[in-house]
């Protein structure tokens, strides 16, 4: 058995600091779908909210993967698209309100 620890600090609405046991990380996405970034390198997570059941993918720097019959790259920009839309809706909600 392995022990683990897991902290999640809300920074804006889809972007969070991650702090656990060998570091710290950024996270950016929606519930249930992030891009991070960690002392691994980046990763991609998918999920069911509210269920426990996701997939982590993680992309190590160094490693080059070739992509069979998959889109993991586009899901990656496809997520960091999301993630800038998520963030500017947020800035351009806060500019509204002065």
Do not use: Q
Request: glycine letters at 16%; a positive charge; one cysteine or more.
């Amino acid at each position: 058995m392995s022990l683990r620890f897991r902290r999640r600090v809300k920074l804006l609405p889809g972007v969070h600091v991650n702090l656990g046991l060998h570091g710290a990380g950024l996270s950016v996405g929606p519930r249930g779908l992030h891009v991070g970034l960690n002392s691994r390198g980046m990763y991609t997570s998918a999920g069911i909210p509210r269920t426990g059941l996701y997939a982590v993918h993680h992309y190590r720097s160094g490693e080059h993967h070739e992509v069979r019959g998959g889109c993991g790259a586009l899901v990656v920009w496809l997520l960091i698209a999301v993630a800038l839309v998520m963030l500017l809706d947020f800035l351009l909600g806060l500019l509204t309100h002065f």
